[in-house]
């Protein structure tokens, strides 16, 4: 799961300058996205959830560690898909009438999870089917929110998120 859960983090520690809504409003009048979603965050987010991936697929080559067995498109899958989540729930969350930072349980713990698995599930869905496990599922959900709030409060902490959640 590693390349789904990198680009979150470091959207929130490079991201910033041109929001992907380019600042525009949707027909309720409130924002399509917010300025907590920018081009910088998405692609330097991605970026790096594919290269982490990429050092799994070499490691696992080289030394044949109990890795999942990564291709470049299960990586560049599950990156991208942890993002374009994570875009569409702010893009929810802002119909919801949620501000940027707003709190919204359940959503903001899974997005990624909801994001990337159906990315996988709709380009490479023998990759799911083969790695994913119902026991890796699992663990998948359970560990998820619990490494979404440890990190979101070293970030608030490092002051590079405005919320701890
Ligand atoms: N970020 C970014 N681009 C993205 C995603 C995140 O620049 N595509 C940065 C923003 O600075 C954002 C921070 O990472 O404020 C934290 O991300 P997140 O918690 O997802 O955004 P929020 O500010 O909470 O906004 P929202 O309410 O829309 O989730
Ligand atoms: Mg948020």
């Avoid at 560690?65 to 569409?88: K, Q, R, Y």
């Avoid at 009438?97 to 707003?102: A, F, N, P, T, V």
């Avoid at 994001?115 to 890796?136: C, E, H, K, R, Y």
């Amino acid at each position: 799961m590693l390349p789904a859960y990198l680009p979150n983090p470091v959207a929130a520690l490079v991201g910033g300058g041109t929001p992907i809504d380019l600042g525009k409003n949707f027909s309720d009048g409130k924002r399509v996205l917010g300025d907590g979603k920018t081009y910088r965050g998405l692609i330097l987010g991605i970026t790096a959830g594919i290269g982490i991936g990429l050092v799994q697929i070499v490691l696992y080559g080289t030394y044949h560690l109990a890795l999942p067995e990564h291709t470049v498109m299960s990586v560049f899958l599950l990156a991208t898909g942890a993002l374009l989540g994570d875009v569409g729930k702010s893009f929810f969350k802002r119909r919801l009438g949620k501000e940027r930072g707003g709190k919204w349980p359940v959503a903001d713990q899974y997005d990624l999870v909801a994001g990337s698995f159906l990315l996988v599930l709709a380009v490479d869905p023998q990759w799911l089917f083969a790695n994913m496990t119902i026991p890796i599922f699992v663990a998948v959900l359970i560990l998820t929110p619990l490494l979404h709030r440890v990190v979101n409060i070293i970030g608030y902490h490092l002051k590079v998120k405005e919320v701890p959640w």
